[in-house]
């Protein structure tokens, strides 16, 4: 089970959102500390840029390349990455993996993009994808997922409404040989067991990190 530590960033700081909701941000400080502080004992690490998946425009990228080059890990990083140009630059500052919601829906960047650089975000509230900053919820996540099977070898599930809740959602596998990543909730080393045995390739920890709640060896 590979660990990735979350970095969520807004205006610059690393917070967290419960349930993916700007309304409910918790600022904890500066994301660079963070990052080396959690490089230290992870080899993996998950940013989001919060400016962008809400805006489609970055804003925290700057501090993104900081991270970057002074942890030397594995970096999955999303929020903004909407056209072409935005996931070939990405990849070019040396990210491992650029992380795309809304652009999962676009049919040209789908059969442009470098798969093996490429991460599909599936956010779900009630058997629903949000896209678009977790505003629009019209496609099923089955559907999206049998949409990209074919394309994208590496995907992240996020169970939107356990995000922020220090208890995980999930039912049964329904993936095939894709890397999957859950997110959302993970709070113990039961959830960590019961995730890797559902088939999860990995798993994204946030507030359980930041608060104490749990250290993973």
Known sequence: ???????????????????????????????????????????????VDLNGAFTGKQKNFDIIKKIINETNVYTQVGGGFRTLGDIEKGISYGIGSVIIGTATIDDKILESIDRN????????????TA?????????????????????????????IKSDGTFKISFGKKFWEN???????????QTDLDY???????????GKALYEGELNVS
């Open 131 to 159: 896209i678009n900053g977790w505003n629009d919820t019209s496609m099923n996540y089955m559907d999206l997922y049998k949409r990209l099977k074919s394309k994208i070898n590496r995907f992240i599930y996020t169970s």
């Open 117 to 128: 650089h490429v991460t599909a975000s599936i956010d779900v509230v009630d058997d629903k």
């Open 1 to 47: 089970m590979d660990i990735f530590p979350a970095i969520d960033i807004y205006d610059g700081k690393a917070v967290f959102l419960t349930n993916g909701k700007l309304e409910s941000i918790k600022v904890y400080g500066d994301p660079l500390e963070y990052a080396i502080k959690f490089s230290e004992k992870y080899k993996r690490l998950h940013i």
């Open 195 to 205: 995730l890797e045995k559902m088939g999860f390739s990995g798993a994204i920890i």
């Open 178 to 188: 894709e890397y999957f990543i859950y997110a959302g909730g993970v709070s113990n």
